[in-house]
């Protein structure tokens, strides 16, 4: 139990929350700023990397799962924004732009969020946090 408590304790002592943008599901128009806001308790010595995360909702295929089940395959276009920024720099402004290149990855059927992942030296736990998700619109 000893050993048990003690991830726990470094996961609760480091929690960052993003606070911008406010949960729900907002729509961004690309081109425009995003201003990524978070606070976190007691920052380790460590960076985020930051990641723009995307997903077509709609399957674009179905493979056969256990017990008759179908597993559905989405399209993910993860975007690295950052390797490593500060988790004590608190802002990020990201200039809105669809994943993909081709600019088509948008509309209500596409989901996004940016998750900030970190790792403290020494242990093997990362943590991390996500915001809410969102959609972007030309
Ligand atoms: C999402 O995936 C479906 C199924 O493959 C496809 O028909 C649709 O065009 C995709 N939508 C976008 C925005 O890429
Ligand atoms: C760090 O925060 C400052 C404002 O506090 C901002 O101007 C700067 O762009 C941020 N750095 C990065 C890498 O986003």
Do not use: C
Not at 33 to 42: K, M, Q, T
Request: glycine share 10%; hydrophobic share 40%; aromatic share 14%.
């Amino acid at each position: 139990m000893r050993y048990l408590a003690i991830p726990a304790l470094l996961a609760a002592t480091t929690q960052a929350f993003f606070t911008s943008p406010a949960p729900g599901h907002p729509t961004y128009t690309i081109g425009t700023d995003l201003v990524l806001e978070w606070e976190i308790a007691n920052p380790p010595a460590a960076t985020f990397v930051l990641t723009l995360r995307a997903e077509n909702t709609t399957a674009y295929d179905y493979i056969p799962g256990p017990f008759g089940s179908q597993i559905g395959l989405y399209d993910l276009r993860d975007v690295v924004l950052e390797e490593a920024l500060p988790l004590t720099n608190g802002t990020y402004t990201w200039k809105v732009e669809p994943s993909g290149g081709d600019g088509t990855f948008i509309g209500q059927e596409v989901i996004y969020f940016i998750r900030g992942d970190w790792e403290v030296t020494g242990t093997p736990y990362g943590s991390g946090a996500s915001t809410d998700y969102f959609y972007l619109v030309n």
